[in-house]
C-alpha cells in the first residue's frame, strides 16, 4: 500500500492528520481528486478492498503498528495511467485532493533538475 506513495516528494500529508476519535465511520468518507479543476477521482472509503480493521490485523502480522503511523491504503479509480489518452501529470498543474470531514490538500507539479515530475 504505501511504496507506491513513497519515493521523495510523492504522498504529501498535512496540514490535517486527524485521530480515530475525530472520524465517526472511517468506511464512510467521501473522497475527491481534481487535476486543475478537473475531478479525476471521486469515491466513498466503502468501496475499499480491504477495511480498515483488516488492514490493521495484516501490517500487524509483519510490524509493529504505533499511535501516529500512518497507513496508506490506495486509491480509487480514476488513476492517471487507466486514462485513455493517459492522463500523467504535468509541470504546472495543481493537485488537489480532499476528504470529507478532514480537509483539503493542494499541491503544485514541479519538474525535477533529473527529469521527475513532482507534485
Known amino acids: 500500500w504505501i511504496i507506491g ?3 521523495d516528494t510523492h504522498g504529501p500529508m498535512g496540514p490535517w492528520i486527524v485521530t480515530a476519535d475525530e472520524i465517526t465511520d472511517p468506511h464512510n ?3 475527491k481528486t481534481w487535476v486543475d479543476n478537473e ?3 471521486s469515491s466513498n472509503t466503502r468501496y475499499m478492498i480491504f477495511n480498515i480493521y ?3 490485523a495484516y501490517l500487524s502480522q509483519a510490524m509493529t503498528l504505533e499511535p501516529g503511523d ?3 491504503t490506495g486509491t480509487p ?3 492517471g ?3 485513455k489518452p493517459r492522463g500523467y501529470m504535468k509541470a504546472g498543474q495543481v493537485v488537489t485532493i480532499e476528504i470529507e470531514n478532514i480537509g483539503r490538500l493542494s499541491n503544485h507539479v514541479i ?3 533529473d527529469g521527475f515530475v513532482v507534485a
Do not use: D, H, Y
Request: aromatic share 4%; glycine share 4%; no cysteine.
Open 5 to 7: 506513495k513513497s519515493f
Open 29 to 31: 468518507l467521501n473522497l
Open 39 to 41: 475531478l479525476r477521482q
Open 54 to 56: 483488516q488492514m490493521i
Open 70 to 72: 500512518v497507513i496508506a
Open 77 to 79: 479509480s480514476g488513476v
Open 81 to 83: 495511467v487507466k486514462m
Open 111 to 113: 519538474n525535477e533538475p
